[in-house]
């Protein structure tokens, strides 16, 4: 048996007729940026977000980076992320002309650790940036009063954790502002890049539109020095076709990440925790093992495809290197680093496919 990492036939299969007509409808109207589908998508995700606005921008980077540069984050702030996260998180401060300052996870949940935030804050922290990683909640009371007694902004990176709960209450409605990205592998995917901000801020909904149209409020007339990052209509129409569906598909992730979780009983496999506060969406499920590359092989062999979320630390990256932090200095991440390993998940997950796997790792 196969069982590819993550595929997409199932759920496109399953809205093939919603997909098209969305199609149809935008190539019907040609109005191919800024208009109704647009419109309609924002308002939609905004309320599915409890937020009261949402503005679409091109990908997930850009919903982060044009919140923070809407929030005036910039040359000589540093931002708080996480040490174990996606690039995409540094990037997003970098690319404001801030520094990103890396704080620890902790090794049960792989979200950032509350209790490590406050001795990396100084004088030049504008904003902590959670990450509710693989579509889980990270701890946002803590962050959230931390963010408080320093009065700084809280940017939730959302990239992987649409419809994730803390505590009862959706992930990206706690903070200034939250960047969700709908590359087409998140569980709500769109069929191309996308991404959007979402916030209750008015003032800062409409900056981040303006940022993301050259700086423009209007036509020819430009505020601020911008970017050119929107949703184009065809992708908020495809987005707008899937978005009912959500709710009912995190919910079978859910089913089948309970499926790994009873089924895996290799001593040799560390399964995922799920804290009280949380209800993740498991958008990855990731297992941690010392012999994860030998893991990784075994179940290729078996035709059952794995990823590595994510083999080289961000402080390790090349393009890091001017931060100067050695190797060792972020134990935790780099320890998550050597050892995760990603199982297949994907809604349309058969049965089969899901007790092979089980049947698969617990005979490594």
Same mark, same amino acid.
């Given at each position: 048996?196969?069982?590819?990492?993550?595929?997409?036939?199932?759920?496109?299969?399953?809205?093939?007729?919603?997909?098209?007509?969305?199609?149809?409808?935008?190539?019907?109207?040609?109005?191919?940026?800024?208009?109704?589908?647009?419109?309609?998508?924002?308002?939609?995700? #905004?309320?599915?977000?409890?937020?009261?606005?949402?503005?679409?921008?091109?990908?997930?980077?850009?919903?982060l980076?044009?919140?923070?540069?809407?929030?005036? =984050?910039?040359?000589?702030?540093?931002?708080?992320?996480?040490?174990?996260?996606?690039?995409?998180?540094?990037?997003?401060?970098?690319? =404001?002309?801030?520094a990103?300052?890396?704080?620890?996870?902790?090794?049960?949940?792989?979200?950032?650790?509350?209790?490590?935030?406050?001795?990396?804050? !100084?004088?030049? !922290?504008?904003?902590i940036?959670p =990450?509710?990683?693989?579509?889980?909640?990270?701890?946002?009371?803590?962050?959230?009063?931390?963010?408080?007694?320093?009065?700084?902004?809280?940017?939730?990176?959302c990239?992987?954790a649409?419809?994730? !709960?803390?505590?009862?209450?959706?992930?990206?409605?706690?903070?200034?502002?939250?960047?969700?990205?709908?590359?087409?592998?998140?569980?709500?995917?769109?069929?191309?890049? #996308?991404?959007?901000?979402?916030?209750?801020?008015k003032?800062?909904?409409?900056?981040?539109?303006?940022?993301?149209?050259?700086?423009?409020?209007?036509?020819?007339?430009?505020?601020?020095?911008?970017?050119?990052?929107?949703?184009?209509?065809?992708?908020?129409?495809?987005?707008?076709?899937?978005?009912?569906?959500?709710?009912?598909?995190?919910?079978?992730?859910r089913?089948?990440?309970?499926?790994?979780?009873?089924?895996?009983?290799?001593?040799?496999?560390?399964?995922?925790?799920?804290?009280?506060?949380?209800?993740?969406?498991?958008?990855?499920?990731? =297992?941690? !093992?010392k012999?994860?590359?030998?893991?990784?092989?075994?179940l #290729?062999?078996?035709g $059952?495809?794995?990823?590595?979320?994510?083999? $080289?630390?961000?402080?390790?990256?090349e393009?890091?290197?001017?931060?100067?932090?050695?190797?060792?200095?972020?134990?935790?991440?780099?320890? $998550?680093?050597?050892?995760?390993?990603?199982?297949?998940?994907?809604?349309?997950?058969?049965?089969?496919?899901?007790?092979?796997?089980?049947?698969?790792?617990?005979?490594?």
């Amino acid at each position: 048996m196969n069982v590819p990492f993550v595929s997409f036939k199932p759920m496109e299969k399953e809205l093939d007729t919603d997909l098209r007509a969305a199609f149809e409808r935008v190539y019907n109207a040609s109005w191919y940026i800024e208009g109704k589908e647009d419109e309609s998508f924002e308002k939609a995700f #905004a309320e599915y977000c409890s937020s009261k606005y949402c503005v679409g921008v091109g990908n997930g980077l850009d919903a982060l980076m044009l919140a923070l540069k809407a929030l005036g =984050v910039g040359s000589g702030d540093e931002v708080i992320v996480p040490s174990n996260t996606y690039i995409a998180t540094a990037l997003a401060v970098t690319y =404001v002309g801030a520094a990103p300052v890396f704080v620890e996870p902790d090794i049960n949940t792989y979200t950032i650790d509350p209790a490590k935030i406050e001795e990396k804050i !100084t004088n030049k !922290t504008k904003a902590i940036m959670p =990450v509710h990683l693989y579509g889980q909640a990270c701890d946002m009371d803590p962050i959230m009063e931390i963010a408080k007694k320093y009065e700084l902004y809280i940017v939730e990176d959302c990239a992987q954790a649409h419809g994730a !709960t803390y505590k009862g209450r959706i992930i990206g409605s706690f903070g200034d502002a939250a960047g969700f990205s709908f590359y087409p592998g998140k569980n709500l995917g769109a069929l191309g890049d #996308a991404g959007a901000t979402v916030t209750n801020n008015k003032e800062i909904a409409d900056k981040v539109r303006a940022l993301g149209n050259y700086g423009s409020d209007y036509k020819y007339h430009h505020i601020y020095q911008g970017n050119n990052s929107r949703l184009d209509e065809l992708q908020a129409a495809f987005l707008a076709a899937k978005l009912p569906h959500l709710s009912r598909m995190n919910e079978e992730r859910r089913r089948i990440a309970k499926c790994y979780s009873d089924g895996i009983k290799n001593p040799d496999v560390i399964l995922p925790f799920t804290p009280d506060y949380s209800v993740p969406v498991w958008h990855i499920y990731a =297992v941690r !093992t010392k012999k994860r590359d030998a893991l990784a092989e075994y179940l #290729a062999d078996k035709g $059952i495809s794995t990823n590595k979320h994510y083999p $080289i630390p961000m402080h390790m990256q090349e393009c890091y290197k001017e931060l100067g932090i050695r190797e060792g200095e972020l134990p935790i991440a780099e320890e $998550i680093s050597a050892t995760e390993l990603s199982l297949p998940m994907f809604y349309g997950m058969t049965d089969d496919q899901i007790q092979y796997v089980i049947d698969a790792i617990n005979k490594f």
